[in-house]
């Protein structure tokens, strides 16, 4: 039972993390010749973090909407 929350603790944390890990990736392989990825990547992490998070109440939602009009028809 505690298996989804432990892996969407870790997934969370793993889209949220990783933007400042390319980050550095790509600071250090192009040595400073491209602009500045850090905003973008935090951006990108955040929003894939809350979606992360709102995930599951778009699955039950959607399974209460399938619930409600299924014996109707």
Known sequence: MWAP???????????YLIGPVLDVCITRMWKGEVLPTGPALYRMGLTFSVGL????????????IVRI???AL
């Open 5 to 15: 929350i432990v892996a969407f603790g870790i997934m969370a944390n793993v889209c």
């Open 69 to 71: 009009v299924s014996p």
């Open 53 to 64: 998070a709102l995930f599951p109440t778009l699955i039950i939602l959607i399974a209460w």
